[in-house]
């Protein structure tokens, strides 16, 4: 069952890259910047910047759809295991970054005024067999490396491609699935490095320092967000609230979700948008920016011409570019007011 997950991971990452990399190839619509003062209840009471309109899409049922596929799939594993990692680690002064590299489960990370990251992971094993279930404890391992700037935690196992031996090791199904959902509480002031693919959700709250979190199918959740840095899935939305504006470029995207950015009053900033089948909304008053120039390229004597077909926005005087992109449903920019 871990196999076909992972399959599908990639087949859908795969997909993902495709609309990243080859953007400038589809069909994304994107209309000039229109600003309007909406007089009359709408969708939402914020000014609106029409991007593409299309259909609107429950995406996040789909989410939660196929969560319920996962644990049917796991009904056919009778044997049920759970065990809780509790673990308390010291932090160094200066730069640190904590970085959790998950496959199957959630992470939750929340700041705080402690010198220490507290770790508590649950971990569920459902086997086929009481066979497949001493394979399961012995093959999938919680891997910790300390540095003075760096705490990691990685889940290891025969799931993982390694290089050198071409994933000779991994087979597909070995009758058994591993799950680990992550709760960390660490400084808030530290750097974060968050992934996983299956099953699970990251949400993060009260940190100031750079982030880089991905997800594949879940949705990502971000509150009192003080630094820069890129949020991205596939399957799920992606909703990040600030406490202070971000001072340095950043990213947040998905394919199948809404995207949702808080920003708090006196933000300057300018956007780069993009969407297929959804609609751009915000509380901010914004100035048309101008298309970027399309690139050329040449190889074996053949011209490329490559283009984002992005819609730019400026608010205020301008500042760091934030890019908000997806597929299937709407962009906001909305005011924090908390």
Known sequence: MQGTKI???????????????RGDQAKVQAAGLVLANSGAPAQADHERVVVAADADQDTDSDA???DDHDSDSDSDMPLHEEETINRTFALGAGARTLDVDNISGSIEVMGGQSGQAQLVVKKTIRAESKANMEAAKKEVTLDITEQPDLLKFYVNGPFRCNCNDGCSGWHGDRGYSVRMDFQLRVPRNIDLKLKTVNGGFVNVRNITGKFSVNNVNGKIEMQDISGSGRARTVNGSVKVAFRENPRENSEFSTVN???DLRFVKGLSADFRFKTFNGEVFSDFEMTSLPARNSSVQQHNGKFTFRTD???GGRVGAGGPEIKAENLNGSIRVLENHE
């Open 7 to 21: 399959m599908l991971a990639f087949v859908v990452v795969t997909a993902f890259a495709i609309f990243h990399y």
């Open 64 to 66: 939660e759809a196929q």
């Open 257 to 259: 979700g809404d995207v």
């Open 309 to 311: 077909r992005s819609t």
